[in-house]
């Protein structure tokens, strides 16, 4: 009779239990979301983040807290992300650098780019350009790399990181053109834009919404774009491929994805949100003048576009001959 009874009390608690857990899905969200940026504030990840965050918040009706976790090319917000508890409460701005390029440079992460996430949506790209502080003697690509060839090793040039889609495109670049350059890694766009601004560096990749500012105040000067096309708000810069580097592409991304083991009603309940954000007319707007395209994909065709982007990166980064780490 008593195990009859603690089978029926164990039949009632496992009810219960799914019951609470249940419960807990349809009311999420009841506190504030973390949503990580694995870069500093300053950067393109940061800005799409700080502008998506607010129609976000709204739809779900919760704070969201922009938590800047920057280093090593963003993995360090990535492992942090991925070890966070599958809530739903912590929110990642997945990126080109954590999920595909990363996983081609080092033969280790302290996270797992294919299984230690799961993809909410991606929001929009954009091509990296390469820039120059106006005290560089070169107006155009050809012009640079003259300069460089004239100047081997002399030529110091800032990145996002190791490891970024950014330095890569600077190696891609150098591989193309025959030509020797320093590279001085920085903690993100933001601190590099600062180091070239500073004359401190003379040359950089970074995404095109990095530059807006400084671009505004002639602070900097494009020479090429790393998309197929001329970018449609700077139609004088021409593109790489254009400019004697047939094939040269380089879109950076942006995205947003939970640490795998989130619910699929929350994680439902996050991509709606999303989805409705990125349909307002002024946040597109903003990411627009961002340097932002965007190009949303949600659940299984961003996770499909994730797993291409890693197969190119894969060859890239065998192409230029880098050994991974």
Not at 92 to 112: E, G, R
Not at 123 to 139: E, F, K, M, R, Y
Not at 214 to 236: C, E, I, W
């Amino acid at each position: 009779m008593k195990s009859v009874r603690f089978v029926v009390l164990a039949l009632l608690a496992g009810m219960t239990g799914g019951a609470l857990a249940q419960s807990a899905k349809s009311d999420f969200p009841n506190r504030p979301l973390r949503y990580i940026v694995p870069f500093p504030p300053g950067g393109s990840a940061d800005l799409v983040a700080r502008v998506v965050s607010v129609p976000l918040a709204e739809d779900l009706g919760r704070q969201i807290v922009i938590d800047n976790r920057a280093g090593a090319a963003g993995t360090v917000g990535a492992e942090i992300a991925a070890n966070a508890a599958p809530d739903g409460y912590t929110i990642f701005a997945c990126n080109i650098a954590s999920l595909a390029v990363s996983p081609a440079l080092y033969k280790k992460l302290n996270y797992d780019p294919v299984g230690g996430f799961a993809p909410v949506g991606l929001i929009g790209s954009t091509p990296n350009a390469l820039a120059v502080h106006p005290s560089v003697a070169a107006q155009t690509l050809a012009e640079f790399v003259a300069l460089a060839k004239n100047r081997p090793g002399k030529i110091n040039y800032a990145s996002a990181g190791v490891g970024t889609s950014p330095q890569l495109s600077m190696e891609m670049f150098r591989m193309h053109a025959g030509i020797q350059l320093v590279h001085v890694p920085y903690k993100g766009a933001g601190p590099a834009l600062v180091a070239l601004l500073g004359g401190h560096v003379e040359a950089m990749f970074s995404t095109v919404p990095t530059y807006t500012g400084a671009l505004r105040s002639g602070k900097v000067r494009l020479l090429g774009v790393t998309s197929m096309t001329r970018y449609p708000d700077l139609p004088d810069v021409p593109t790489l491929a254009e400019s004697g580097m047939p094939g040269f592409e380089v879109i950076s991304w942006q995205g947003l994805c939970t640490p795998a083991g989130v619910a699929e009603a929350v994680l439902a309940r996050i991509r709606r949100g999303l989805v409705a954000a990125l349909e307002q007319p002024e946040v597109r707007k903003q990411l627009a003048d961002q340097g932002m395209q965007l190009t949303p994909l949600m659940a299984a065709k961003f996770a499909a576009f994730v797993r291409s982007e890693r197969a190119k990166w894969a060859k890239v980064v065998r192409d230029v001959g880098i050994d991974p780490q």
